[in-house]
């Protein structure tokens, strides 16, 4: 049985996803598009921030939200797609996902006042960039995804309530 959310917009969702016109994308995609596009945005904030408090809290933000959705693929997406998707495009994605957070665990141990801070907030958005357009591109994971036989609507009401139980657990191991 399909669990479906109970918020104000459940109905338009429910109307949506019995309306096959294939246009439109299932929930997975929906919900890890909606995640890239928020980090996207919050990566070129930080661009235009100067005072370090702000700087701080803005990548915690950025961190604890790639951490959560890298663990939301590679708990649910990657490995219900083996089969689906091409194993080259799948393992590379674990490999880009593992650099990554890296790079977070280094701008962790790191303050904003420190040489390269800056610099490796930059790198790590521009990484995420290249690693999104890998999953949302023509022939990408997602699109391979959505060719194969898992279920996305029900995959992605499982996303959705790991998302959230996985962000108040990471929210209260925060380092800082
Ligand atoms: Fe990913
Ligand atoms: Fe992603």
Same mark, same amino acid.
């Given at each position: ?11 338009a969702q429910r ?6 016109t294939g246009r ?8 890890? +598009? ?22 701080l809290a803005l ?7 790639? +951490? ?22 799948? =393992? ?18 790191? +303050? ?9 907030? +930059? ?27 898992? =279920?996305? =609507? ?23």
């Amino acid at each position: 049985m399909v669990t479906t959310a109970k918020s104000s917009t459940g109905k338009a969702q429910r109307s949506r996803r019995t309306r096959r016109t294939g246009r439109r994308d299932p929930v997975a995609v929906t919900l890890l +598009k909606k995640d890239h596009r928020e980090v996207e945005g919050w990566f070129d904030e930080y661009e235009q921030l100067e005072d370090e408090a702000e700087k701080l809290a803005l990548f915690n933000k950025i961190a604890l939200a790639l +951490k959560v959705h890298t663990q939301i693929e590679e708990e649910i997406l990657y490995p219900e797609e083996r089969g689906d998707v091409e194993d080259d495009m799948l =393992d590379e994605a674990y490999v880009e996902h593992d650099g990554a957070k890296k790079l977070i665990a280094e701008i962790e141990a790191m +303050k904003p006042s420190e040489q390269f801070y800056d610099a490796k907030v +930059k790198v790590l958005g521009e990484y995420i960039k290249h690693h999104v357009k890998e999953e949302e591109q023509p022939g990408g994971i997602f699109a391979q995804a959505k060719k194969g036989d898992e =279920d996305l =609507d029900a995959m992605g009401e499982r996303m959705r309530a790991r998302k959230e139980e996985l962000t108040a657990e990471l929210a209260k191991a925060k380092p800082n």
